[in-house]
């Protein structure tokens, strides 16, 4: 991308403080950039405090393995599931599967789900369904493993292992902090799950490739996020995860309509709506997805859309740890995004922080 949209947009930006703030000094930062800058030292506590259970669990689950795996959350969560479903999938060939809450929770249905592990996912721990499904799990024998950050939640009553996000206190309704402590944990999980050493170590420097992250650099990006086109999220692997938190993060603070989908499914009808009224964000990790990756960006610029491929420097990390440091980068982006679009994301109409679904 050439350096002129991006000197367009860094002038629109500046006029719109000027605008807005009536001079040039700069606003305190929403408590979602404030948040997302947190996510250095959220990770440090997880590596610090959750390798002790995470270690045991690991052991555990080695020495009586799961038929299968059910993985539950909702929203910002639910993108950390389906991210803990992809690592139990491709790196211990656990069948995992996303939970039916609705089944016992308005339905008063039961599954087998005996010698599963459940993994329930909530920074909230309230929900009502999800405490249903897993006291559901409980009568089963089920191993139940809650990921919540708040101490005391009805959740964590229903589970037999809680291990906390170790977030703090998250005061933006749009959700950042506690995802990326979320998907840190899932994959801290599989690497001692895995009992693998390079995992583990990935895990454990997770709070410095965070810290990277939050000062990359993305040329033009601000620039192609500048107006109205709806955009696709696009991802392969453990990066349809990702996609799926970014196109939720657009519409919830950006006002922006994006969807989310592998780069597989992508060409199975959406690609029909591609041209010069659509945008494509393109999270591509380093490992056997690139190549399809590569190609789909291609693939939309040839049809006429703008397209951005983003992605972390090779052989830094783990594959899946890159894209947890794109979405922390993201999030600073959705954030100026927002802001750029005059709304407030820590406040997103007709959305609250705490979401209790049946």
């Known amino acids: 991308m050439d ?18 703030y009536g001079g040039m000094t700069a606003p305190s930062p929403t408590h979602m950039e404030a948040e997302t800058r947190e996510a250095p030292d959220v990770a440090a506590r997880l590596v610090e405090r959750a390798t002790g259970p995470l270690v045991e669990l690991g052991a555990r689950l080695r020495a009586n393995p799961p ?33 039916t809450p609705s089944l016992s929770s308005i339905y008063g249905g039961k599954l087998d789900l005996r010698e599963s592990l459940v993994l329930a996912i909530s920074q909230s721990g309230q929900s009502p369904d999800l405490v249903e499904y897993c006291r559901a799990a409980g009568g089963q024998g089920a191993l139940r493993v809650g990921m919540i950050n708040v101490a005391g939640s009805s959740l964590e009553g229903s589970v037999d292992l809680a291990l906390p996000l170790e977030a703090g206190l998250e005061k ?40 990277r992250a939050l000062t990359a650099e993305w040329p033009g990006a601000d620039a192609f996020m500048a107006g109205d086109q709806p955009l696709y999220t696009i991802g392969r692997g453990a990066g349809l995860a990702i996609a799926k938190e970014a196109a939720l993060k657009l519409k919830e603070t950006a006002g922006l309509f994006a969807q989310a989908y592998s780069s597989a499914e992508v ?13 494509a964000v393109i999270f591509a990790q380093r490992d056997q997805a690139w190549d399809g990756l590569d190609k789909i960006e291609d693939a939309f610029r040839q049809a006429g859309s703008r397209a951005m491929l983003v992605s972390w420097p090779p052989g830094e990390t783990h594959p899946a740890l890159e894209l947890v440091a794109l979405l922390t980068r993201f999030y600073l982006l959705a954030n100026a995004t927002t802001l750029q679009r005059g709304r407030s994301p820590d406040h997103p109409p007709m959305l609250k922080k705490i979401t209790e679904t049946r």
């Open 172 to 211: 933006s309704v749009a959700a950042t902090k506690s995802c990326l402590a979320a998907m840190l944990l899932c994959f801290g999980l599989a690497a001692h799950w895995r009992n693998d050493s390079e995992m583990i170590r990935a895990f454990e420097d997770s709070p410095d490739l965070l810290a």
């Open 67 to 99: 038929r299968f795996a059910i993985t539950a959350g909702r929203g910002s969560s639910g993108a950390a599931s389906l991210f803990a479903k992809y690592l139990f999938e491709q790196h211990l060939g656990v069948v995992t599967a996303s939970a």
């Open 3 to 20: 350096a002129s949209p991006v000197v367009a947009a860094l002038f629109v930006s500046l006029a719109g403080l000027v605008h807005i």
């Open 267 to 279: 060409l199975h009808g959406p690609f029909a709506l591609a041209g010069p009224n659509l945008r």
